[in-house]
C-alpha cells in the first residue's frame, strides 16, 4: 500500500513512478488550467487573443525541436525552414488542389516529416557543430526552393492561402483560431509526453547521453535519430500549417535563419529536454519583443531618438537574454520551477 508522509510523496511500485499525474492534486489543477485556457479567451481582446495564438503556434514547433535537440541531442538550425515547408505544403494543397484544411493540417505534417529525414541522414555520420553545419546546409537549400519553385510557393510575391473550415464553420476570427491552436497544443502536449516514456523514448535519451553505449545495448542509431527528425518535422509542419493559415498570406521572409535560431532560442531558455520548457521558452519569446515594444511606446514619449534604435536594441537585448541564460540558468526556466516544486514538496525539511 502507498503511504504518503507529512512532506513529499512516496511510490512503492514502478507504475506508480511512470505516471504521468501522480497525486490527486496535479490532476485537478491541470483539469482546471485547461478549463481556464478554454474560458480565458472569451473576456480577451482582438491583440490579446493573437499574440496568445502566436505562442500556441510557437509551443508546437517549440516542442518539435525539444524532441529532436533537447531529448536526442542532435542539433538543429534548419527549423525554421522546416516550419516553412508545412506552411507552404498545407497551403499548396488547400489553395491550389482544394485540399479540405482537416487533410492539408496532417498532410502537412507529413511531408515536413519527410524533408526531415531526408536532410536528418547525416546525422548517422555526423554530430556536434558538423551536424548543426549539415542542418544550418538544409535551411539554405530550402529557403533556395521556397523562393525558385515559384509553380507551388509563387516565389517572393507570396502564396495567400484560405481560412481554415470544416465544412460550413469558417475559422476566420482570433478566437475561434484560439480554440483550434490551443485544442492541438493540448493534444501535442499529451502525445510529446508519451513519446518520450516509450521505448523510442528512451533510445532519443539513450543516444543524447552516451550514444556509443546505446549502440552496445542494441539501439539502432540510425533508425532512432531519423525517427527523432521525423517527428520534430512533423510538430515543424503542424505549426507551419496553422502559421499560414492564421495569416493567410506566407512568403520566404517568414522562415528564414532568423526563425530557426528564435526556436532553439525557445528550448534554450525553457529548458532542453523538459517539455515545459517548450512551453516556458515560448511565451518568453513571444512575449518578449511585446514586453519591448511597450517600453519603447512609453520611453519614446521622452526620448523620441530610441524608437528608431528599437530594432537594433531587440537583437541586443535578445543575444543578452541568451547569454544569461547560458551562463546562469543553463538548464532553463524548467529546471528552475522543478526546484521550486521541489523545495515547497518538502518544506519544512527541505535539506
Known amino acids: 500500500m502507498s503511504n504518503y508522509g507529512v512532506c513529499g510523496d512516496y511510490?512503492?511500485?514502478?507504475?506508480e513512478d511512470m505516471e504521468i499525474f501522480q497525486t490527486r492534486f496535479v490532476k485537478g489543477w491541470l483539469y482546471g488550467f485547461i478549463v481556464f485556457l478554454y474560458v480565458i479567451p472569451l473576456f480577451m481582446g482582438h491583440y490579446a487573443l493573437y499574440v496568445t495564438n502566436q505562442i500556441?503556434?510557437?509551443i508546437i514547433g517549440a516542442l518539435g525541436i525539444n524532441i529532436l535537440t533537447g531529448y536526442t541531442g542532435q542539433i538543429s538550425l534548419g527549423h525554421g525552414a522546416f516550419i516553412g515547408v508545412g506552411a507552404y505544403a498545407s497551403g499548396y494543397l488547400t489553395a491550389n488542389l482544394g485540399f479540405p484544411f482537416?487533410?492539408?493540417?496532417?498532410c502537412a505534417g507529413a511531408v515536413t516529416a519527410m524533408f526531415g529525414m531526408v536532410f536528418g541522414i547525416p546525422s548517422l555520420r555526423l554530430k556536434g557543430l558538423y551536424l548543426a553545419i549539415a542542418t544550418l546546409a538544409a535551411q539554405f537549400i530550402i529557403e533556395y526552393l521556397m523562393v525558385h519553385m515559384e509553380f507551388i510557393t509563387n516565389g517572393v510575391l507570396g502564396l495567400l492561402?484560405?481560412?481554415?473550415?470544416?465544412?460550413?464553420?469558417?475559422?476566420?476570427?482570433?478566437?475561434?483560431?484560439?480554440y483550434l491552436v490551443f485544442t492541438l497544443v493540448i493534444v501535442l502536449t499529451i502525445f510529446a509526453k508519451n513519446i518520450v516514456r516509450?521505448?523510442?523514448?528512451?533510445?532519443?535519451?539513450?543516444?543524447r547521453d552516451?550514444?556509443?553505449?546505446?549502440?552496445?545495448?542494441g539501439v539502432n542509431l540510425f533508425k532512432y535519430k531519423l525517427l527523432a527528425f521525423a517527428v520534430s518535422s512533423f510538430y515543424a509542419g503542424i505549426a507551419g500549417s496553422l502559421w499560414a493559415h492564421y495569416v493567410t498570406i506566407i512568403t520566404p521572409e517568414h522562415f528564414t535563419i532568423g526563425v530557426s535560431v528564435e526556436y532553439l532560442a525557445m528550448i534554450i531558455i525553457g529548458g532542453m529536454g523538459h517539455l515545459l520548457g517548450s512551453i516556458y521558452g515560448a511565451v518568453f519569446m513571444v512575449l518578449l519583443p511585446e514586453v519591448l515594444r511597450l517600453v519603447s511606446d512609453i520611453v519614446g514619449g521622452y526620448l523620441p531618438e530610441v524608437v528608431n534604435l528599437m530594432a537594433a536594441i531587440k537583437e541586443a537585448v535578445f543575444g543578452v537574454i541568451i547569454i544569461a541564460f547560458l551562463i546562469y540558468e543553463p538548464e532553463g526556466l524548467a529546471h528552475r520551477w522543478q526546484m521550486i516544486k521541489a523545495y515547497w514538496?518538502?518544506?519544512p525539511f527541505s535539506y
Open 11 to 15: 511510490k512503492v511500485t514502478y507504475q
Open 345 to 347: 514538496k518538502l518544506w
Open 56 to 58: 500556441g503556434i510557437a
Open 198 to 207: 516509450t521505448r523510442p523514448g528512451r533510445a532519443f535519451i539513450a543516444i
Open 161 to 178: 492561402v484560405p481560412s481554415p473550415s470544416f465544412g460550413s464553420f469558417t475559422i476566420d476570427t482570433d478566437l475561434r483560431y484560439y
Open 102 to 106: 482537416w487533410i492539408a493540417l496532417p
Open 210 to 217: 552516451r550514444y556509443i553505449s546505446a549502440e552496445v545495448m
